[in-house]
């Protein structure tokens, strides 16, 4: 009898682990993001949007506004551009397009 009572808490008092440590799992964590972070950076310093060119281009936008004596938004301006780039035709909002 007493060595059934020895076997059940025994086997109570198994602790479950986890096959990566929680130490590990922070770890692992941290260069994740830490990865993320700098290709976030790459990719956006390569591919040319940052703050310092979304500013350049509000600066220009403003340019525009004036010249053409409406408001423009440099969202407008690479619509334009691509526009321009890839030969598509214009199209006015979505207003034609739901007439």
Do not use: H, W
Request: include cysteine; glycine fraction near 6%; charge should be positive.
């Amino acid at each position: 009898m007493m060595t059934y009572g020895i076997l059940t808490r025994t086997v109570c008092k198994m602790n479950v682990k986890s096959i990566v440590s929680p130490e590990v799992l922070f770890i692992m964590l941290l260069v994740a993001a830490a990865g993320y972070f700098i290709m976030s950076k790459i990719v956006n310093k390569k591919y040319g949007y940052t703050k310092k060119r979304e500013k350049e281009l509000e600066n220009i936008a403003r340019i525009y506004s004036v010249e053409e004596g409406k408001t423009i938004t440099f969202l407008d301006l690479m619509r334009r551009g691509i526009q321009e780039k890839y030969q598509l035709g214009e199209q006015n909002d979505e207003q034609e397009t739901l007439s």
